[in-house]
């Protein structure tokens, strides 16, 4: 029956040879080069898994799968590397240990997490060394509370924030640092909504009843009175406000300098990053000030499931940990 529906759909078809090429065209072919047990040495990066070839003609089209460099039996038995996709939020495997601990570093200085009988690394294979016993051990937990079906980095801010200070914040600290003064002047809390307008009446008001007091924090502290504004476009802060608080950022060690950046970046306000670094803010109260204007709205137009909510567990990961990260860096 199938012989006999070729020669009429062959018919059918205005050009019926532009078919028959493709039945000529070489099959497509995948073929293995390696597996997991039996990989020859790459001098790639060992987290590639899959490379696609660069045939030097047309006819050969084949798709080589590449197994994940075999490690040797020393660098296996002392320590583990992160690959890069952990920094990105991909799971990057299995768990493949039971028992997890915190030691002393071995010069002294510093504390590192133990996986079974390895040592923890960065993902560019830099140890894990934290300032404090109390760092280690919390990020010990977030290690010891992934699943046996992955390890899932999400669930790990102290983790990621710890490889940011040890690996991205001492190569890119003048350019984090200009970033921040960057937005300085747009910043969430020198921002004020119109008083002489019915729809945005109510959101001024509770921003001069709960933003005030930190501007006034602000001057006292560091000798110069915030602008607050109403454009979109943002104002102009005082030359020397600017510069003592890129000053201040200046002075900030690696560890501190990742929480700020986390906070502000998650909060659109360096000074609400400052006033948590200082001490004049908590958790909660600035969450209420980020979430300001929008929890207004919520109290108007009601909640949306699956956004709002989402966004609010979101924010309160990211303040909270970063908050938690910046105390437990603290030797004192």
Avoid at 39 to 68: A, H, L, M, V, W
Avoid at 166 to 183: A, G
């Amino acid at each position: 029956m199938a012989a006999s529906l070729i020669p009429k759909t062959l018919q059918s078809i205005r050009n019926p040879n532009a078919i028959s090429s493709f039945t000529t065209f070489r099959t497509r072919h995948l073929c293995s080069v390696a597996t997991v047990h039996q990989s020859p040495q790459y001098d790639d990066d060992p987290t590639s898994s899959f490379t696609f070839s660069s045939p030097s003609d047309k006819i050969n089209e084949s798709i080589y799968i590449k197994g994940r460099k075999q490690e040797t039996a020393s660098s296996s038995s002392s320590s583990v590397t992160m690959p890069m996709s952990f920094m990105t939020g991909s799971i990057v495997g299995k768990r493949f240990y039971e028992k997890v601990s915190t030691r002393e570093a071995d010069d002294g200085n510093g504390w590192t997490v133990m996986l079974d009988y390895r040592t923890l690394k960065t993902p560019s294979k830099r140890p894990l060394k934290l300032p404090t016993l109390g760092l280690a051990k919390a990020i010990g937990a977030e290690w010891d509370y992934q699943q046996t079906d992955g390890i899932r980095p999400f669930m790990m801010p102290l983790m990621k924030l710890a490889c940011t200070a040890l690996e991205r914040v001492p190569l890119t600290r003048p350019k984090i640092i200009e970033h921040l003064m960057k937005k300085f002047n747009q910043d969430l809390v020198f921002c004020r909504a119109p008083a002489d307008n019915d729809l945005t009446s109510g959101v001024h008001e509770r921003q001069v009843q709960k933003i005030d007091p930190l501007l006034k924090w602000v001057e006292s502290e560091f000798g110069f009175k915030p602008v607050v504004y109403s454009s979109f476009f943002g104002g102009k802060q005082e030359d020397g406000l600017i510069k003592t608080v890129e000053n201040l950022m200046k002075k900030t060690d690696d560890y501190e300098l990742a929480a700020i950046d986390a906070i502000a970046a998650a909060a659109h306000s360096l000074v609400i990053a400052i006033g948590i670094f200082r001490g004049k803010l908590q958790i909660e109260e600035a969450i209420e000030l980020i979430r300001l204007e929008e929890d207004l709205q919520v109290d108007k137009w009601g909640l949306v499931e699956g956004g709002h909510d989402i966004d609010i567990a979101d924010l309160r990961v990211q303040i909270s940990s970063a908050t938690v990260f910046l105390g437990l860096s603290r030797r004192n």
